[in-house]
């Protein structure tokens, strides 16, 4: 069958099953929009290429297959940049296809031309320039199998213009070779014997448990870990909904923001089994300092993170489900149960039930008039959603306050940019899971500083009929700077006012075809939310006025270590 280069591209995207294009069209990728016309590819045409790239990485996180967007060259490209390498950070699949001018013309500065594989190159797992319209299949077979397999990322395809209009024959791709691409999978059986050594001796043991545990399907292999050994678990930022969160053995989230328990445990822990996590600065705090008294069991596929930041007393690079049944394996034998940490468990809680996470309830009023709470609105939101609700989040304050006072107890519910930290992350992301997960009720929880990055995209969520719901956490600040200006520049508060008024969130969700609401009082709250809750064909926006001076507790100040945990100010005179 003879068809065009961009005719072959999209059969061959169909041939990898996709069956939705986040996108947005110009000059140099024109041609490959044309087949697009008589496909079965649904394509959500978005406002802006980043809005491509983050609804392609909600859509991933929350199917765990991987998101495909496409953009043109130049700016289109340059504009992709940033979701690439948010998940290249957090280990997300995607495939994004990038036109480009054509071959002749590549380094003559044609007109929106860009090095797209240099400016890329360090932002993702791999990437193409593809020179001749008969490698295509191959090309798209390998990019799928790249972005999926191993520890997941981005890949980029960059396509010129000139091989979207050659003429090939199609052929069906043939078996990815890859040498030298080979991810371990099953881990050593000397390593699993000696971690199953650690874990019998260990007496304040503490599981470590990151976003890899998602990416390997491995929720039921942890439970399974955690029944066998009695080990408490914490989950990190990337990691929630790996293990459910109503379960008593689960301490809470480490890091800067999270638990004082979760914390403090690892602190005092003597041993870590660390899986399918990578020792993000924002969980260690000062590294010298950090877990000191503990030895160490790193589970990851990525040889690379074994030791980067903490050397493992038992570095076990593998599938992370693949290692958890052999240590489920290696233990089943022994019997250990949870008496053995019983004096461990009586600390664990004795802590939990001193320094739970709090705030300055008063019915969830705020201090400044007019306002309520941001975590009365969490606990509000949570409490009126369905369990099975995704939650997405943007950056800052309200991620924070997100990832706290939500539970999450099903894996690929929490939907966030973790290591890159990316402002406008939410609305996009919101969409692409809804797109991924239509049958799921989809909450975006967002800060009016990340709200204005990406509005526009409400628009492509109505035009689409795409029925996301957004609370504005609006506390006219950029929060978390104005926090750190707070704690730790004398309420120096330079540059980070924004004003609650300006825009008129309500106007302006309207104008992009949303139902919106505004709320500035507790009583308001639940029944606002329950009136977004019924609506069911369109987005809708909140604007929650929120507490302007309220702090994110507990938090670990950068560069300090872990046992200097600030709680709230209610629990400062406690004994530790």
Not at 339 to 355: G, M, S, V, Y
Request: negative net charge; hydrophobic residues 45%.
């Amino acid at each position: 069958m003879e068809l065009t280069g961009a005719q072959a591209l999209i059969k061959s995207l169909e041939a990898q099953g996709v069956e939705v294009l986040f996108g947005l069209p110009g000059g140099a990728i024109l041609p490959v929009y044309d087949p697009i016309i008589d496909s079965s590819i649904r394509h959500v045409l978005v406002r802006h290429e980043q809005g491509a790239g983050h609804a392609a990485e909600g859509y991933a996180q929350v199917t765990g297959r991987a998101g495909v967007a496409m953009v043109t060259s130049g700016p289109g490209a340059t504009n992709v940049v940033t979701p690439l390498a948010d998940a290249m950070m957090d280990s997300i699949p995607l495939v994004v296809i990038t036109g480009q001018v054509a071959s002749a013309s590549i380094g003559t500065d044609a007109f929106q031309e860009v090095d797209t594989r240099g400016i890329t190159m360090g932002v993702t797992k791999h990437n193409y320039l593809v020179t001749s319209a008969d490698d295509i299949s191959d090309v798209v077979a390998e990019a799928f199998h790249l972005a999926t397999t191993g520890r997941p990322g981005p890949v980029l395809i960059d396509f010129p213009k000139d091989v979207a209009n050659a003429r090939t024959t199609w052929r069906e791709p043939g078996p990815v070779d890859l040498p030298g691409y080979a991810p371990p999978s099953v881990p050593e059986s000397a390593a699993v014997q000696a971690a199953a050594e650690l874990i019998a001796a260990a007496r304040r043991p503490v599981i470590y448990a990151g976003g890899g545990i998602l990416k390997a399907n491995a929720t039921a292999a942890l439970h399974r870990f955690v029944n066998l050994t009695g080990i408490p678990v914490v989950t990190t930022l990337m990691g929630r909904g790996a293990f459910p969160e109503s379960d008593p053995r689960w301490l809470g989230m480490p890091g800067m923001h999270g638990s004082y328990t979760a914390v403090t445990a690892m602190q005092q822990a003597d041993l870590l089994v660390a899986l399918g996590t990578r020792f993000d600065d924002r969980v260690t705090g000062r590294v010298d300092a950090f877990a000191p008294r503990a030895k160490v069991i790193h589970v990851d596929i990525d040889r690379a993170e074994l030791g980067k930041v903490r050397r493992p007393d038992v570095p076990m690079a593998a599938d992370c489900r693949a290692a958890i049944d052999a240590l489920c394996d290696a233990l089943a034998p022994l019997g250990l149960g949870a008496e053995r940490l019983a004096q461990w468990i009586a600390t664990l809680e004795a802590w939990r039930e001193r320094f739970p996470l709090t705030y300055d309830r008063d019915s969830g009023t705020g201090a400044v008039p007019g306002t309520v709470k941001p975590q009365f609105v969490l606990e509000e939101l949570r409490r009126l959603t369905p369990p099975e609700t995704v939650l997405v989040s943007g950056v800052g304050q309200h991620q924070m306050w997100a990832a706290q006072f939500w539970r999450f107890e099903e894996p690929r519910s929490w939907v966030n940019s973790g290591g890159l930290g990316t402002m406008g992350f939410a609305v996009p992301a919101a969409l692409g899971a809804k797109v991924g997960r239509p049958d799921k009720m989809v909450w975006a929880v967002d800060g009016d500083g990340c709200f204005q990055m990406t509005a526009q995209e409400l628009v492509t969520a109505s035009a689409e009929r795409i029925p996301v719901k957004v609370a504005i956490l609006n506390n006219a600040y950029l929060g978390m700077v104005r926090q750190w200006q707070h704690m730790f520049y004398a309420e120096r508060y330079s540059e980070v006012y924004l004003s609650p008024d300006l825009p008129d969130y309500v106007r302006w969700a309207e104008a992009m075809g949303c139902v919106a609401f505004r709320v500035s009082t507790p009583e308001e709250v639940e029944p606002t939310i329950e009136k977004a809750n019924e609506v069911d064909d369109r987005p809708v926006v909140i604007d929650f006025r929120i507490d302007s001076m309220e702090q994110v507790y507990p938090m670990v100040p950068a560069g300090a270590s872990n046992d200097d945990i600030v709680v709230h100010p209610s629990q400062s005179g406690l004994a530790r």
